[in-house]
């Protein structure tokens, strides 16, 4: 599939473009420690209301919010093309181009409208044809998407005879200022002389070719705003308008190319609402972009909803929620051989890490940094909001760091992990501060803890929330402490003075305990849940995106795993978009194929929009990127250090070719199948001259690989 397309115009904005007006909705990314011994000793002792009044008296951060992601404004193209009154109408995304269009006759006149984001000009550009000359007008605005809100959110807007430049301050004292052109070139072709008036604040085109550049750039990044704007928007007049449609196709397509999935036959034919893909590349590649080697472009990371935001009220503040959310939409950068789109969350990171620092101390005494559930662009490490199953979870920057040394597993990047390995430094720094002894003297655990907006009923069926070693604490500690000595070994660093505490810790963590139902506990005690079909699944978090449970080694967690789910299911779980794609990357963990097609088929009929964004609902963009994960884990699994072909693939899936996947240990595979068995050969791209065994479906072969370059594998030769 290359292509989305429709018959009608979008109903709304989750849908995307209207004929008569073309809308463009513009984005540019851009006193506690004293309480914390008595805290501790409620949570030991149960006594739940206590803790969490001392928490939001003392614990939750004031201001209780961040500021949140807000759309630079509108670009509305105004035709006076009455959808009724065209002909042929098709709206189309090219995925292989990167190109959305629009196309249909009106009143004898042939309209083409082209859309892209020029990555290497750093303009977004729109391209007019018509057959005859066409009038339309440009209006640049920034209003609130509540229809009764008649405000205008900007500072000014200028306008002279080829553009239009709006200036905006979202925020109070300090903000994050902006600014945004528009211009507008119009070709003169076959004769005809193509007109631009201003008519008030707008301009009113009347031409055959037009051409539409739009720059907009914040002082996040640029103290003059103004003249990197315009810097942007004279280079791209320089070029002609194949060139910039040239320079973009080829620097999206470098990217793009890599991963090809084909699943039985194409279905192009259909429009999209009938065939629902996944357009996983064209999103991350579109959303989350490596900046360049000094930093000096800070970049961003993808939010809740991408970059994709058309709310002066997003939900959730359309931030970096990192409990799972902002994790979730990099699960698949990696596998998909887009390891260079997480560069923006490593950006992301070190600057958490540097602001945390101050947390860490402040509020716990302890040395290196901590982050809670949620950050933005200014790498806020408070608890922020006031919700108590959420806001006071310091293991944040635990699961971030997991990031860096999976990378390094799939990369072998030796340079980044060298220049990323302090973070996670501080982060363990943190976490051997922060655990306590437990009641026993035994274990180490942490404390305050929780399981992520989870909430528990104990013994006497009291509802809690705070709790002492939550399973994903010590899942995610252990997970990076194991990292921090693998990091040590990669970088020849055995004399670092944090190795010793590091084992000790390690010895000392609890083991994850089985319940009463056979499932996982998600706390150290056999909790019951107030929520037993709860969207989050935390403390299966070993199993996926963690390793350390697994089918081979730990075969009684990874049954107590499925145990769980099936609890989770039979109680409604997986309601939302994100939610049931974290369940398709656990099914495939667990090798179940029927129950990943369950889920897929569930997550494109429920949570899928027709446009393929993923809803929540609301819209949110971590379920794109987290089904995206769970199809490529279906099809090739590495974590156990291994290669497992198609370990998880279901009958529906008869016939398939996968081209470009990427495997740990710097290996990048193409292979094909039929009747679920590998049919043709392997192809095995080694780039790093590792050692590993690749795995056959149902039992079959089993093949060393080893040296570098390009190593082909035997198939089944099935007519």
């Known amino acids: 599939m290359s292509e989305l397309w429709y018959r009608k115009p979008a109903s709304g904005w989750d849908e995307a473009l209207p004929v008569d007006t073309e809308l463009l909705q513009l984005n540019e990314d ?54 009724d009154r065209v002909k042929g109408y098709r709206r189309s995304l090219d995925l292989k181009e990167g190109i959305s269009h629009v196309q249909y ?45 008649t405000n205008e959110f900007l500072d000014d807007l200028i306008v002279d005879n080829r553009s239009i430049t709006m200036h905006v301050t979202p925020g109070g004292k300090g903000s994050n200022s902006a600014s945004c052109m528009v211009a507008i070139r119009c070709d003169n072709s076959q004769g005809e002389a193509p007109t631009i008036a201003r008519v008030g604040q707008n301009l009113v085109v009347n031409a055959r070719k037009t051409l539409i550049l739009i720059s907009a750039q914040s002082t996040y990044r640029f103290k003059d705003i103004d003249k990197a704007v315009i810097a942007d928007i004279e280079r791209a007049l320089a070029l002609s308008t194949e060139n910039i449609w040239k320079r973009h196709i080829t620097d999206y397509q470098a990217l793009y190319d890599r ?74 950068a990696n596998v998909g051989n887009l390891s260079e789109c997480e560069q923006p969350l490593f950006a992301l990171l070190e600057r958490v890490a540097a602001a945390g620092t101050e ?19 200014w790498a806020d490490t408070a608890p ?58 035994k274990y180490k655990v942490t404390n305050p803890s929780i399981s ?67 499932q996982l506990q998600e706390w150290m005690a056999d909790y019951g849940e107030a929520e037993p079909g709860h969207r989050h699944v935390s403390h299966l978090w070993a199993l996926y995106p963690g390793w350390d449970i697994n089918l081979g080694t730990t075969p009684d967690l990874a049954k107590a795993c499925a145990i769980t789910i099936q609890r989770r299911q039979a109680a409604g779980g997986g309601h939302t978009g994100w939610s049931r794609a974290w369940l398709l990357c656990l099914h495939a963990r667990l090798g179940a194929a029927d129950e990943c097609a369950k889920h897929l ?91 590993t065994v690749i795995y056959y479906p149902h039992n079959g072969l089993q093949k060393v690989v080893e040296g570098s370059g390009v190593i082909i594998l035997p198939g089944e030769d099935i007519n």
């Open 601 to 691: 088929e569930l997550l494109l009929a429920q949570s899928t929009l027709p446009n393929l964004l993923d809803t929540h609902p609301p819209f949110q963009i971590d379920g794109n990127f987290g089904a995206g994960a769970g199809i490529l884990e279906m099809l090739v699994q590495s974590h156990e250090g291994v290669i497992r072909l198609l370990p998880a693939c279901p009958d529906e899936w008869r016939t398939g070719k996968i081209r470009g996947v990427r495997a740990r240990g710097g290996f990048e595979l193409d292979f094909g199948w039929k009747e679920g068995e590998i049919w043709g050969p392997v192809i095995v791209k080694s780039e790093l001259g590792l050692r």
């Open 452 to 518: 992520p907006e989870n909430t528990f009923l104990d013994e006497n069926g009291n509802p809690g929330v705070l709790c002492e070693g939550s399973t994903i604490d010590i899942q995610l500690i252990r997970a990076l402490l194991n990292a921090f000595i693998s990091g040590i070994t990669v970088l020849d660093l055995a004399d670092d003075e944090l190795l010793p505490s590091v084992h000790e810790t390690l010895s000392r963590l609890p083991p994850m305990r089985i319940g009463s139902a056979g």
């Open 105 to 149: 006759e009106y009143e004898n006149i042939k309209v083409h409208r082209q859309l892209l984001a020029s990555h290497p000009d750093e303009v977004l550009a729109m391209r007019i044809e018509a057959s005859h000359p066409i009038e339309f007008l440009v209006r640049l605005s920034r209003l609130s998407e509540v229809e009764y809100e």
């Open 259 to 332: 991963l090809e999935l084909q699943l039985g036959s194409d279905a192009t034919h259909l429009p999209t609402e009938e065939r629902i893909l996944n357009a996983l590349d064209y999103l991350l590649i579109s959303c989350s972009r490596p900046g360049k080697e000094d930093g000096s472009d800070r970049v961003l990371p993808a939010t809740l909803q991408g970059i994709w935001n058309p709310s002066f009220h997003p939900p959730w503040g359309c931030r970096y929620t990192i409990n799972i959310n902002l994790e979730m939409n990099y699960w698949s």
């Open 359 to 377: 947390t860490a101390r402040k509020m716990y005494g302890c040395r290196g940094w901590t982050v809670h559930h949620n950050t933005d662009i």
């Open 30 to 83: 851009s006193v506690w420690y004293e309480h914390l011994p008595r805290l501790r000793d409620l949570i030991r002792k149960g006594a739940h209301a206590e803790a969490e009044q001392l928490v939001r008296r003392a614990f939750f951060a004031s201001p209780n919010g961040q500021r949140h992601y807000e759309p630079l404004g509108t670009l509305s193209l105004e035709f006076g093309h009455p959808y």
């Open 384 to 441: 922020v909001d006031r919700w108590m199953p959420a806001t006071p979870w310091p293991l944040g920057g635990a699961w971030l760091c997991f990031h860096i040394w999976d990378h390094y597993r799939f990369t072998g990047d030796r340079a980044l992990l060298a220049r990323m390995f302090p973070v996670l430094r501080g982060c363990v720094e943190f976490l051997l501060d922060f655990l306590v002894d437990d009641a026993t003297g």
